[in-house]
């Protein structure tokens, strides 16, 4: 059932010129990305559903990253090797490609792949001083966010290995080799500590889930299938409401999830959750971004569902590795980058009709309750804090 | 040591019978046990400060278990461990920079010892140590050696016992280490004595002339903050909610009258009543979580609502020992207490209904008795510390200062 | 039979100017502006026909600073200074018209004056007619220079008697008597229309407005009571009920029926809603309201200032007074008399069981009621009523209900058909009140019941504060019909009514929890419905019940959890309220200073001393605004809370109807 909807990625990739034309004439602010990217990057991105998006379904196992793979292949206007038209494919080696390596792993965030990617860069690269390495790195970097602009942890990874690259450049590092390889080991390490943050994520939320309680839950995300999981093992008594998650019904994959895990789930619809609100005891939802003011930027839903929790006076947790916190500062919801995809309606839509395809909305701060950070349990003002100390 | 032993369990008996109220005194009767605790205890020479720490730990987590919703217990617990791996760290750097400097020899104890330089490695560990030290931030995340980061204590603590064990003059080290903490413990309680004064002094800065102010339940902190206020030749009004069943509110009034404030008791119903008339609530916390939230006399979050309806500021007094650097879940519950229904209701009156567990077949009857009230951060416009004022959403800033990372569970 | 008259009649006309010279110690600020202006115009007519009366009036009234531009004799009487609280104020807005030699100083009075005139009006009008007469008597009694007055005032003996003795009034009130006084004797409608006519001129719209209103309702009245009481309406009818009708009817012709009806309503609305409760930081008044006071209270040497406005009395000693006196006051009917003791006391709580209990006593005292010779029923019964009502205030300030019962009752007397005979009317209004009681409460209680029960499901936690009889009602019955449900009580100092319900609840076997307000935070997150009584509904949706359920509510909104009122429609009332501070009552605080607690009472000889600073205070209710109310339950059905105006609109239409 799941792969047989899949399909539409490709069917909408025929479809999607002239919806994302009536786009730009209508809202010329927020084009599709494949008109934009066209337009401005030197290595554009062919492919008119954001890349975040397609991790997203292939981690959400929606589409395998096999058949995505074939998708891509057999969407893909240029060959493979266009995308090395980057400054750096001088070598054979791209940024880009590396990073699709990486990302189409499963249980890998997006964020460790791109360091991942980068670590890459720096292996294949030929700079004899730190400075060159920098300079190199910068450009990989810049490739891999320009690439996909709508992704933020991939930016985040990108800004936060960037980083730490220039401090241990300026720190005490003299020795360009062992610079190097003190780089390279952390971004290896980078991986681990993705998985060990879902671990501590889970472990700091078990305190908060009680016997008894009832928590909604929105999308897909797999901190909170951590927590969750992590919950039912501790023997926690709990019952789970879950979101459909239209329209990539990743709602119905962790409902089913939980089910082999014995733990009571309810599906609703999405617009179910106002009211379903007043059973529930708290929200749990993930992120694929912490924003500057603390805010997050996750699935679409999310902000309405904060909105009906925080109207409700119920706390609306966030799950979220520390690594997504970027430095972003939306003020509205058309703030930031659309990230597109498709959506399958079951009645035909006539091309006339505009659709509203953004994947995700910005989820001010005030909303939310607390974070769930393997930094530690954080109020969203503490965000701000972290990202001034790390970038200062 | 026996003594020690007989003191803690005295000192557990009587927070388990809830013998001591008021978080303050709580706070200094347990930093003064910790003192005798690090007094008392023979440490042995390697690895004195982690055997400093396990030692406060075992009784913290006795006197913690002891009442878990004084919270002041934990707080000063975790401040005097911060303070031993303070103190512990300045030691050790102290130590590296004089053996880096002055003494050879022992340079080449470390040298022989250590494989690589040590020049390198000591800022490493002082920066990993460090690191313990704060909560972990997204600098650390990459930063520092990568076992710190996996393994954020064994890593200094074990290059600081090293240098220590290594050291020649061990026994001046140990002596000074020890002596260095019990000052701090010191320090610490001179800070819990005094921060009413530090509080009552920014109270100048908030009451204005003829003033209406509420307060609930009876706080030390907030006596003196009004009295301090008294004194600057401020006049204002002070109501006082009685906070049945404890009448605590009548021996506030009566303090306060004594000090010549113009007061007024009113019942505890008539809270959202006066709230309009009221210029400022200020009330003393229980204990402050690291999240904003305010754990406070049973009856505060209701004077919070209410405050919060009629745009009332709500002022939280909290001196530095009632920071807990615990996020809250489900406080009302779980961070409350039941009292006697004896408080509420005459013995006998209703004796024949209420439930004893005999499962007599009568209906049951519960009272609930509560003495906590948990008010959440965004209901609370103002923390008057002994360091200042402070946002709600600036209180983990302030925790993160206090406490180790590594203390937070205990 | 003819100095009878003459005896009671001065005391109508001394009322009446009583009233307008005492209006300038009340202070300006009364809550209900708008209605003001018809009532004063009204009840002001007599004096204001005169133009010397009019002058003395004039520094709060409208007419007569219209009366003073015309009338140069005004000039003199109008400075003369009012002291009481608020005198000085006026002084200079005399002082100011004084060099303006124009009524303007009055227009800019406009806005604070009728107010206080109609608080004035109404306050007296309610309570204490009995003893206004003699008030009035006693001042005119006591002015040297007032030889008319002082003939009258010997000619009304019985009530004045008493009162001679007490030290005078401020000398502006004097004088306003004597002027008033003198007034008399001057027809009353003919100036009274000019009077109305120029003020149409001069005053505001709404002002115009509202005298037209006036005028049109007394229209309808006069209409609506027949021509018996043509004869005596001129000069002997005391109340102020009575009064209006005397005034039209001779004047204005009879207009159409629906227009008679609207009038009536209108009438309705203006003559008897203002009754607030009487402001007691305005000293004049509290002297004399003490002064007629049957129950001797001693002022609470400690009174919080914020509520200066609200008797504060001390408690104890009234008690006893009262229970001595009880042979030796005969003006009060002994079933009254009982009530109040009992509302003293404390020993009946709860609005429906004092409104019953006060209605069967009028019924009762109805019963005994003879019409004196020479005296219409209906005057005199309303008078003696009011002189009833006056006491039970004394006793304890009346609830909103009660005020509302009592407005029923006059309404019916004055509604009486002029063609019945005494035992008829009584026989009419007894059945009048036993319906009253049956239909507004008892069965209203039923009604209510019913609806209410539909909204508890099984598994619920039904919360509820101290203790309504209606809730109660509602748990009892819901049980009965074998829905499963747990209660929880909350409860408060000082007067823990909640004990009181968990006692019957208990008994009947419900599930039980109590707590008291305090813990409502930690209680509130099990309760999945609120269910609150009420003492009062006012047209905007305010609340008003007992002290504390302004918190439940709010607490209760904080958690979503949903907040039904039960309250029957006849304790609805049309005025707004916005806070807790203006309209309330105090009770003893010394319920509050005493605890059961062993801790204090050893420090308590040594706060003796202090106790200057230290206050306590009792509020008996407190004000919920309309936005925590989730559903109110009433007679007329479930309606929301911005539905309370269309259901007193209703409710005053049937009433009228009856």
């Given amino acids: 059932m799941l792969r047989s909807s899949a399909s539409f990625i490709l069917d909408k990739h025929l479809n999607n010129k002239p919806i994302s034309i009536t786009h730009s004439i209508d809202s010329p602010p927020p084009p599709s990305t494949s008109m934009a990217d066209e337009n401005s990057n030197p290595n554009p991105n062919p492919n008119p559903i954001s890349a975040y998006y397609q991790t997203r379904a292939a981690h959400h196992g929606i589409v395998t990253s096999g058949w995505l793979e074939q998708a891509q292949a057999a969407v893909r206007r240029y060959p493979d090797h266009d995308y090395s038209s980057s400054p750096d494919s001088r070598r054979p080696f791209s940024v880009i490609e590396e990073f699709n390596n990486w990302r189409q792993q499963p249980d890998l965030a997006e964020a460790v792949a791109a360091i991942r990617a980068l670590a890459a860069v720096i292996r294949a690269s030929e700079a004899t001083t730190m400075m060159e390495l920098e300079i190199e790195l910068k450009k990989a970097s810049d490739t891999l966010k320009a690439w996909d602009t709508t992704s933020i942890s991939l930016t985040a990874g990108c800004d936060l290995f960037m980083r730490y690259v220039t401090r241990t450049s300026a720190l005490e590092f003299e020795d360009f080799n062992s610079a190097k390889s003190r780089v390279l080991e952390r971004a290896e390490k980078f991986g681990e500590i993705s998985c060990k943050a879902r671990r501590m994520i889970a472990m700091l939320s078990q305190d908060f889930i009680f016997d008894g309680c009832t928590i909604l839950v929105h999308g897909f995300s797999r901190v909170v299938f951590e927590i969750l999981k992590t919950a039912a093992q501790n023997k926690k008594l709990f019952r789970v409401l879950c979101t459909e998650g239209r329209p990539d019904k990743t709602g119905v994959m962790l409902a089913n999830e939980l089910a082999k895990l014995d733990v009571p789930v309810k599906l609703l619809i999405d617009s179910a959750v106002a009211y379903s609100m007043d059973e529930v005891d708290m929200v749990f939802v993930g992120a694929d971004g912490v924003v500057e003011s603390g805010g997050i930027i996750n699935m679409m839903g999310t902000y309405q569902i904060a909105l009906v929790a925080h109207g409700m006076n119920k706390p609306v947790y966030v799950a979220a590795e520390s690594y997504k916190f970027a430095r972003l500062y939306p003020l509205d919801q058309k703030d930031l980058e659309p990230a597109l995809r498709p959506i399958d309606f079951d009645v035909p839509v006539l091309p006339k009709v505009d659709v509203e395809r953004s994947a995700r909305d910005y989820t001010p701060p005030q909303y939310l309750t607390l974070l769930f950070t393997d930094l530690g349990v954080l109020t969203p003002s503490v965000v701000s804090d972290e990202l001034i100390q790390l970038y200062l | 040591m026996p003594d020690v032993q007989s003191m803690v369990v005295e000192f557990v008996n009587k927070l388990r019978k809830r013998k001591i109220e008021g978080s303050q005194a709580t706070a200094k009767y347990t930093v003064e046990l910790l003192r005798s605790v690090i007094s008392q205890h023979r440490v042995p020479h390697a690895n004195q400060a982690a055997a400093l720490i396990d030692a406060v730990k075992a009784v913290g987590e006795q006197l913690v278990a002891a009442n878990p919703v004084e919270l002041a217990v934990g707080n000063v617990v975790r401040r005097v461990l911060h303070i031993i791996r303070e103190e512990d760290l300045s030691l050790t750097t102290a130590a590296m920079a004089g053996l880096d400097l002055l003494d050879a020899s022992d340079d080449d104890d470390e040298d022989n010892c250590k494989g690589i330089g040590y020049p390198a490695m000591s800022a490493a560990v002082v920066a990993a140590a460090r690191s313990t030290l704060r909560p972990p931030s997204l600098q650390t995340l990459l930063e520092g050696t990568p076992e710190s980061a996996t393994v954020p204590y064994t890593s200094s603590s074990g290059a600081d016992s090293e240098s220590k064990s290594k050291s020649a003059d061990k026994s001046s080290i140990t002596r000074k280490l020890k002596h260095d903490v019990i000052e701090g413990v010191n320090q610490l309680i001179h800070e819990i004595a005094g921060c009413h004064e530090q509080i009552a002094e920014q109270a100048i800065e908030h009451i204005h002339q003829n003033e209406v102010i509420l307060t609930l339940g009876s706080s030390r902190t907030v006596l003196e903050f009004l009295c301090a206020a008294k004194e600057k030749k401020r006049s204002f009004r002070v109501f006082v909610a009685e906070g049945a069943p404890r009448y605590q509110g009548h021996l506030l009034a009566k303090e306060l009258v004594a000090r010549g404030l113009q007061t007024t008791v009113i019942t505890d119903s008539a809270v959202f009543a006066m709230i309009s008339r009221v210029n400022m609530v200020i009330i003393g916390a229980h204990a402050v979580m690291a999240n904003g939230g305010v754990i406070g006399p049973v009856g505060v979050n209701m004077a919070a609502l209410a405050a919060q309806k009629h745009a009332v500021p709500f002022v939280v007094l909290a001196g530095s020992h009632k920071l807990c650097p615990l996020y809250p879940h489900n406080p009302e519950v779980l961070l409350n207490e039941l009292r006697s229904p004896s408080e509420l209701l005459d013995f006998g009156e209703f004796s024949d209904c209420l439930d004893f567990g005999a499962g007599s077949g009568s209906p049951l009857l519960q009272v609930v008795n509560p003495t906590f009230d948990y008010v959440p951060p965004n209901l609370v416009s103002l923390f008057i510390t002994d360091t200042g004022g402070h946002n709600p959403s600036y209180m983990y800033r302030l925790i993160a200062d206090y406490y180790s990372a590594d203390d937070l569970v205990m | ?658």
Wanted: proline share 6%; aromatic share 6%.
């Fill in chain 3, 1 to 658: 039979m003819d100095t009878r008259r003459g005896a009671l009649a001065v005391p109508k006309v001394r009322r009446v100017g009583f009233f307008t010279s005492i209006e300038p110690p009340p202070d300006s600020q009364r809550p209900n502006r708008s209605q003001s202006g018809p009532v004063e115009a009204t009840t002001s007519s007599s004096p204001l026909s005169n133009s010397p009366s009019g002058n003395l009036i004039s520094p709060v009234l409208i007419p007569p600073s219209r009366h003073r531009s015309d009338n140069l004799t005004s000039r003199a009487a109008a400075p003369v200074p009012v002291p009481g609280p608020s005198a000085f104020r006026r002084h200079l807005a005399h002082d100011r018209s004084l060099h303006v030699g124009s009524y303007n100083p009055a227009d800019s009075l406009l806005g604070t004056s009728p107010p206080s005139s109609i608080g004035e009006f109404s306050e007296d009008s309610v309570s204490l007619f009995g003893f206004q007469r003699s008030d009035s008597a006693k001042l005119s009694s006591s002015f040297p220079n007032g030889g008319f007055d002082l003939t009258l005032a010997v000619r009304a003996p019985q009530e004045s008697e008493s009162r001679i003795a007490n030290s005078s009034a401020s000398q502006g009130i004097k004088k306003n008597v004597e002027v008033s006084g003198k007034s008399e004797t001057v027809t009353t409608q003919s100036k009274k229309e000019k009077e109305s006519k120029s003020l149409k001129e001069k005053t505001s719209k709404a002002e115009r407005r509202a005298i037209q209103e006036a005028q049109r309702a007394a229209k309808a009245a006069a209409k609506g009571e027949g021509s018996r009481r043509a004869e005596d309406s001129g000069r002997a009818n005391p109340g102020k009920a009575a009064k209006q009708p005397q005034l039209k009817k001779e004047k204005l012709p009879v207009t159409s029926s629906v227009s008679e009806k609207k009038a009536a309503v209108e009438k309705e609305r203006k003559m008897d809603v203002p009754q607030t409760q009487m402001q007691y930081d305005d000293k004049n008044r509290v002297e004399k309201a003490k002064k007629r006071a049957v129950v001797e209270q001693t002022e609470s040497k400690n009174k919080v200032e914020l509520f200066l406005h609200l008797p504060q009395y001390e408690r104890g000693n009234q008690l006893l007074n009262l229970s001595s006196n009880i042979f030796t006051l005969d003006t009060i009917h002994h079933a009254v008399y009982k009530v109040g003791l009992l509302h003293l006391a404390g020993d009946i709580s709860g609005d429906n069981a004092r409104c019953i209990a006060m209605l069967q006593a009028f019924q009762e005292a109805i019963q005994d009621y003879t019409t004196p010779p020479k005296k219409d029923l209906t005057m005199d019964l309303t008078a003696k009523i009011n002189g009833y009502v006056s006491f039970l205030i004394e006793c304890r300030p009346l609830s909103m209900s009660m005020g509302n019962a009592i407005r029923f009752l006059k309404n019916q007397i004055r509604k009486l058909p002029g063609n019945l005979s005494e035992s008829e009317a009584k026989a009419s209004l007894c059945s009048e009140i036993g319906r009253f009681i049956g239909e507004k409460i008892v069965l209203a209680d039923k009604v209510i019941v019913q609806h209410a029960v539909t909204k508890i499901r099984d598994g619920e936690v039904l919360l509820t504060y101290g203790y309504s009889c209606v809730v109660e009602m509602i748990l009892l019955y819901a049980h009965e019909i074998g829905k499963k449900f747990r209660v929880v009580i909350v409860d408060s100092r000082p007067n823990l009514e909640g004990q009181k319900l968990l006692r019957r609840l208990v008994t009947r076997g419900l599930d039980c929890t109590y707590t008291h307000i305090n813990g409502i935070s930690y209680i509130m997150r099990e309760a999945t419905r609120v269910f609150l009584g009420a003492s009062s509904i006012f047209s905007n949706g305010t609340l008003y019940s007992r002290v504390g359920t302004a918190c439940v509510a709010m607490v209760a909104n904080a958690f979503s959890v949903p907040v039904i009122v039960c309250c029957e429609a006849y304790k609805f009332h049309e005025r707004v309220l916005l806070d807790s501070i203006c309209s309330n009552e105090l009770g003893d605080p010394d319920a509050i200073a005493n605890i059961p607690s062993f801790r204090t009472n050893a420090k308590h000889s040594k706060t003796m001393e202090n106790k200057k600073n230290l206050q306590y205070l009792n509020l008996m209710y407190d004000s919920t605004p309309s936005e925590y109310i989730s559903m109110i339950v009433t007679d007329y059905g479930m309606i929301p809370p911005t539905s309370i105006p269309v259901i007193v609109r209703e409710y005053r239409r049937e009433h009228l109807l009856l």
